[in-house]
């Protein structure tokens, strides 16, 4: 039992340094800086490093020893991409809208009190230089995140948002109010989200169903608020983005009647 507490100890150290990389984003990142950011001693993380490092998920710079994720962390993350059937069946449709709107198009699913993006593509008016794969943002403030909390009974919301954070003096922090939202979103079968999650940027977003009708993702269409030009194009783009999240449901098995049954 010891030894089992002591491997477990492990595992979860090393994933804790692993989370602390993905968080970096883009950059490398020191030993003691990860060290720091997963709560370890230094000699614990470099020696777990050490490990990770043999075993190819992270790599080290042999001139400045800053670390990033290694290759193997990048084929697991796309076979764990790859075994979503959502992924499976967004991607290509994904890429599509994004090329013909010229706007970034996201794709997420629900995980415990956060949302965690599937699929993402920019279209040049929505440069990114970096994917959304994996990472995540919270439910009540992005459209993505409003259509997935359609899939949770009032209770059930309650339960998993607790104090909804401000993140702008857009973002809604009441949880009725966010409820009256709600039931306009399931009304008129999208969501809107302007400037609750970060100033200047906007997103309409549509369910994704599975074949029993659960909303099992969700589908936006963002950029800046000029390029998204929501005064003129507000309808078009709802029209375009419920379009192409029916078209990802009834690739997964739904039909409009699966909502009655």
Known sequence: MAADTGNNQSVERAASLLRALADAGHTRVRASDLASAAGLGLSTATRLLATLESLAFVERDPVSSLYRLGPLALRVGGAAANQQPVHREARQVVQN?????GLGVNVARRHGDRLVYLVNAEGELAPRSFTLLGQTNPLHATGLGKCLLLGCTVD????????????TARTVTSLSVLEAELEDVRARGYAMEVEELAL????????????DGAVVAAISVSGSLSALDLA???????????????????ALGYTATALMN
Not at 159 to 166: F, Q, R, V
Not at 200 to 211: E, H, I, M, Y
């Open 97 to 101: 809208l994004a090329a013909r709107l």
């Open 156 to 167: 059930e919301r309650r339960d998993l948002l607790g104090e909804l954070t401000a993140f």
């Open 200 to 211: 200047g940027r906007a997103c309409v977003a549509a369910p994704v169903r599975d074949r």
């Open 232 to 250: 003129n194009r507000r309808d078009e783009l709802a029209q375009v983005v419920i379009e192409t999240a029916d078209t990802v449901s009834t």
